[in-house]
């Protein structure tokens, strides 16, 4: 092995021993992902989750083979009226946890391509950006259908 590879590796196993992770390295964890069923002929539903990063990142689109349109939306009162709103992206801060909920923020799914019903599993790419290098980071999700009423 050359001097430069080894001072490569030793200098990486040193960085890596303290932390340090290599520039736009940011990891996105998807906890406790699932997703509503739906009846025939429902052509929406959602998808709900919760995000962690190690970074601050932005989720900025969602897809999935099942739906031919995937957007993330903020849910809001408004009075007695729950109103929602397609975001362009949404942040999701370092060392923090956003949840998506039934009633709160949540993905999703239109134009569905069938009915989804509980014991399915949704396949979801969730696309990011890191909000310091602009790079992108895609995370597979794969989230079980529950039934229509679940929560």
């Known amino acids: 092995m050359s001097r430069i590879a080894l ?3 030793l200098t990486l196993a040193l960085a890596l021993s303290i932390g340090i992770a290599p520039a736009g390295a940011a990891q996105v964890t998807v906890l406790d992902a699932w ?6 002929g429902q052509t929406a539903t959602a998808a709900y989750m919760k995000l962690r990063s190690d970074a601050d990142v932005r989720l900025i689109s969602v897809t999935a083979p099942v739906a031919a349109r995937c957007s993330v939306h903020e849910m809001t009162m408004d009075g007695n009226l729950m109103r929602m ?14 949840e998506l ?5 949540h993905l999703m799914l239109e134009q569905l391509a069938r009915p989804l019903k509980e014991g399915d599993t949704v396949e979801l790419t969730l696309t990011f950006v890191e909000s310091s290098t602009g790079k992108r980071l895609q995370v597979q ?3 079980p259908v529950r039934p229509l009423g679940a929560r």
């Open 85 to 98: 709103r397609t975001l362009a992206s949404l942040p999701v801060p370092a060392r923090g946890t956003v």
């Open 7 to 9: 001072w490569f590796r």
């Open 101 to 105: 909920a039934p009633g709160h923020d």
């Open 141 to 143: 999700v794969r989230a």
């Open 35 to 40: 997703v509503r069923g739906t009846v025939e």
